[in-house]
């Protein structure tokens, strides 16, 4: 009888033996397939565009929170915290700013300077997909392109308020048409990240160095979009003392802006003056004092009213 039991006894053993094996070896060849598509997912673009505007969530995540676009290649995550010069900046991929890697089902980032966070990826669509964090309780949306692809142009306009914060200054460099206006006079402009609102202006005299301006006015603005135009917006600016200007604002390319006033009928060009570069979580270094609220900036959601064109 002892050796039945025994032997009874052997039998389940191994019985339970080569489940318990065969159920580890499922395990870690799923484990495996699952961290190889999530690797093959987030390297299948060049770059996701962080679509800012849908995020949802109560935290954040500070370099996540300030990147347009960022690129997972070999390892290595790329952003770009700029507007300016994206697409020729780490051609296209922006710079340096951490490494990733996929363990159990989880794509985890190390940043440079922040450390380890983890994101569960969904896959929304073949080129959509959202990265959650749980303990910052923050769900981002990126939109997969290849560079050749990218479309410059609509990002330039969904974050032109970011744009124009990209220089210490707007200079004032040709006038066309139109009937004289106290605009005219107004030869330099800043705005600045405070509320998404806050603009300067200045008369000082064509050339004068950054560290010397004097802000004559300041005021708030906002951005409008343009019922039918994708490539076309309307800015607003609010004089502290009263005054209220209205513009076509439109894009030359990344160094330059058209703004066409509409009551005067002028075109005005303006041109970006030193570059902010927003990299490892801080602003370059920049002159005057008054525009140090630059510092440090994150992207905010930012939701625009929208305006017709128009006629003239």
């Not at 565009?49 to 996540?64: K, P």
């Amino acid at each position: 009888m002892k050796s039945i039991k025994l032997l009874l006894l052997m039998v389940l053993t191994g019985i339970l033996f080569h489940s318990c094996t065969l159920s580890d070896g499922e395990q870690f060849e799923n484990d495996f397939q699952n961290n190889q598509y999530l690797r093959e997912i987030v390297s299948q673009y060049d770059v996701w565009y962080l679509d800012y505007h849908r995020t949802i969530g109560s935290g954040d995540i500070a370099y996540v929170s300030r990147a347009f676009t960022m690129s997972f290649v070999n390892g290595v995550l790329y952003a770009n915290n700029n507007i300016v010069d994206i697409g020729r900046t780490g051609n296209g991929f922006g710079i340096e700013i951490g490494t990733y890697d996929v363990f159990n089902g989880l794509l985890e980032i190390n940043h440079h300077l922040d450390g380890v966070y983890n994101f569960e990826v969904t896959q929304l669509s073949p080129n959509e997909i959202s990265i959650y964090n749980p303990i910052e309780n923050i769900n981002y949306y990126l939109i997969g392109y290849q560079i050749s692809q990218f479309d410059y142009d609509k990002l330039f306009y969904e974050n032109i308020e970011y744009f124009l914060q990209e220089y210490v200054d707007w200079e004032k460099v040709e006038t066309v048409g139109g009937i004289p206006t106290a605009f005219d006079n107004e030869n330099y402009m800043a705005f600045t990240p405070e509320d998404m609102t806050t603009f300067y202006s200045s008369q000082d005299t064509f050339n004068t160095q950054i560290n010397n301006i004097h802000w004559d006015f300041v005021g708030g603005y906002e951005v409008y979009d343009v019922h039918g135009y994708e490539d076309l917006k309307i800015l607003t600016l609010y004089y502290d003392h009263g005054g209220v200007e209205e513009f076509e604002l439109s894009v030359r390319n990344d160094r330059e802006i058209q703004l066409y006033h509409f009551n005067s009928k002028t075109n005005y060009w303006f041109s970006g003056r030193e570059l902010i570069y927003y990299s490892k979580g801080k602003s370059s270094k920049k002159n005057g004092k008054d525009l140090e609220k630059n510092k440090g900036r994150k992207r905010t959601k930012v939701s625009r009213r929208t305006k017709h064109r128009k006629t003239f």
